[in-house]
């Protein structure tokens, strides 16, 4: 199973940019998908979930400006980003809770992380 974060890049504050986070492999379900951060000199930091049946969760810091979706068809959680701030700069890295098998347990699984970054 890997997963596959993209969509990072350099954009100025107000601006936009959707992540995604795409998991294959031996895929038999998938849980919650969650996307976590860190900056420079900073811990890594939850920043929202979604479960299989969409209900969400979100930091306090990014209520209102971000939206986590998936498509549970095309195993990907996507991170909608609005109204990015310079403090919203770091490594967007996402994590899923996965089944490989009907018999099997679930599994967490990181991926490489996405670089975002916004200029004020």
């Known amino acids: 199973v890997q997963l596959q974060a993209s969509g990072g890049g350099l954009v100025q504050a107000g601006e936009s940019l959707r992540l995604s986070c795409a998991a294959s492999?031996?895929?038999?379900?998938?849980?919650?998908m969650e996307w976590y951060r860190q900056a420079p000199k900073n811990q890594r930091e939850f920043v929202g979930s979604?479960?299989?049946?969409?209900?969400?969760k979100y930091v306090d810091s990014v209520k209102g400006r971000f939206i986590i979706s998936r498509d549970n068809d095309k195993n990907t959680a996507y991170l909608q980003m609005n109204s990015l701030k310079p403090e919203d700069t770091a490594l967007y890295l996402c994590?899923?809770?996965?089944?490989?098998?009907?018999?099997?347990?679930?599994?967490?699984?990181w991926g490489q992380g996405t670089l975002v970054t916004v200029s004020s």
């Open positions: 994590k899923s809770n996965i089944a490989k098998s009907r018999w099997s347990g679930v599994t967490d699984y």
């Open positions: 492999g031996s895929i038999y379900s998938i849980d919650r």
């Open positions: 979604i479960t299989s049946g969409g209900a969400t």
